[in-house]
């Protein structure tokens, strides 16, 4: 396990347990929701093989996304991804680090991974690219599980303030953002997914054409969660307005997640 560990994290983070204890409480104390960012945790030169295969085409072999609530592209099937990537994602998904992400969220459930990366995967904001802050879908719509913890993974050299594309965390009340996160290159943020964790990038990417905010999305899940992260029955994507803005209503769900109809919650929001 230690040399697998090693292959792909930093070795200032190796000792993962450590990692995790020394950094539950933060994970759990952290405004507006639980969540973290650690920067350089993965070997450079992985995310820069990752970067180096970053397909140039997503547009035409993976997903597309362009309405009022977001504009970008994803891509999400194994079998389009390569070597290095899928190497990646098996470690993100293998024991060791799964085991860290339940010491460091702790979450009582056993996190399971998702073989099928619904709604994960590379993710890609091009020129005017942008994703409105959101509560994102709570159920798996194969696994049935309960949506836990999102990772996000940034693969973005000279990643500059005036490019945009910042992840932003809101307070459960939409009232105002409470962080905003600069996803440059290996930075990795971690989150707890609830029916009130609203997060997104609404404001819109602003790069050269041939330049990109390019990151690796993935969802972990569990099997049963507590009373207090629902608001909501079942749903799919719900995006929210900010004050003072143009957004799409928040009530407004898109049914995007593998063309799976998810029940709506009549609960107002």
Same mark, same amino acid.
């Given at each position: 396990?230690?040399?697998?560990?090693?292959?792909?994290?930093?070795?200032?983070?190796?000792?993962?347990?450590?990692?995790?204890?020394?950094?539950?409480?933060?994970?759990?104390?952290?405004?507006?929701?639980?969540?973290?960012?650690?920067?350089?945790?993965?070997?450079?030169?992985?995310?820069?093989?990752?970067?180096?295969?970053?397909?140039?085409?997503?547009?035409?072999?993976?997903?597309?996304?362009?309405?009022?609530?977001?504009?970008?592209?994803?891509?999400?099937?194994?079998?389009?991804?390569?070597?290095?990537?899928?190497?990646?994602?098996?470690?993100?998904?293998?024991?060791?680090?799964?085991?860290?992400?339940?010491?460091?969220? *702790?979450?009582?459930?056993?996190?399971?991974?998702?073989?099928?990366?619904?709604?994960?995967?590379?993710?890609?904001?091009?020129? *005017?690219?942008?994703?409105?802050?959101?509560?994102?879908?709570?159920?798996?719509?194969?696994?049935?599980?309960?949506?836990r913890l999102n990772i996000l993974i940034y693969l973005n050299h000279n990643w500059q303030e005036n490019n945009g594309g910042h992840?932003?965390?809101?307070?459960?009340?939409?009232?105002?953002?409470?962080?905003?996160?600069?996803?440059?290159?290996?930075?990795?943020?971690?989150?707890?997914?609830?029916?009130?964790?609203?997060?997104?990038?609404?404001?819109?990417?602003?790069?050269?054409?041939?330049?990109s905010r390019k990151s690796i999305a993935l969802y972990y899940y569990s099997n049963g969660r507590p009373n207090s992260e629902r608001?909501? *029955?079942?749903?799919?994507?719900?995006?929210?307005?900010?004050?003072?803005?143009?957004?799409?209503? *928040?009530?407004?769900?898109?049914?995007?997640?593998?063309?799976?109809?998810?029940?709506?919650?009549?609960?107002?929001?």
């Amino acid at each position: 396990k230690l040399t697998i560990k090693l292959m792909f994290i930093n070795k200032n983070y190796s000792n993962l347990k450590k990692v995790a204890d020394e950094n539950s409480s933060n994970y759990l104390h952290a405004k507006p929701f639980p969540s973290i960012v650690f920067d350089n945790f993965f070997e450079e030169e992985i995310l820069n093989e990752i970067l180096n295969d970053f397909p140039s085409n997503i547009k035409d072999i993976g997903n597309e996304f362009n309405n009022k609530a977001e504009k970008k592209l994803s891509l999400n099937s194994a079998e389009k991804l390569s070597l290095k990537t899928n190497n990646f994602i098996n470690f993100l998904n293998s024991e060791p680090f799964v085991k860290f992400l339940n010491e460091l969220t *702790g979450i009582k459930e056993t996190l399971i991974t998702d073989p099928y990366l619904v709604g994960g995967g590379l993710h890609e904001l091009k020129d *005017g690219g942008f994703l409105n802050i959101h509560a994102d879908f709570n159920q798996h719509p194969q696994m049935k599980l309960d949506r836990r913890l999102n990772i996000l993974i940034y693969l973005n050299h000279n990643w500059q303030e005036n490019n945009g594309g910042h992840l932003e965390l809101w307070d459960k009340e939409m009232k105002k953002c409470e962080k905003k996160v600069l996803p440059i290159f290996n930075r990795m943020v971690i989150f707890s997914t609830t029916d009130f964790s609203y997060h997104g990038n609404p404001n819109k990417v602003k790069v050269e054409e041939k330049n990109s905010r390019k990151s690796i999305a993935l969802y972990y899940y569990s099997n049963g969660r507590p009373n207090s992260e629902r608001k909501l *029955g079942l749903h799919s994507t719900i995006f929210r307005k900010r004050p003072d803005s143009d957004d799409v209503d *928040g009530n407004l769900e898109y049914k995007k997640i593998i063309g799976k109809i998810y029940l709506k919650s009549k609960k107002k929001i």
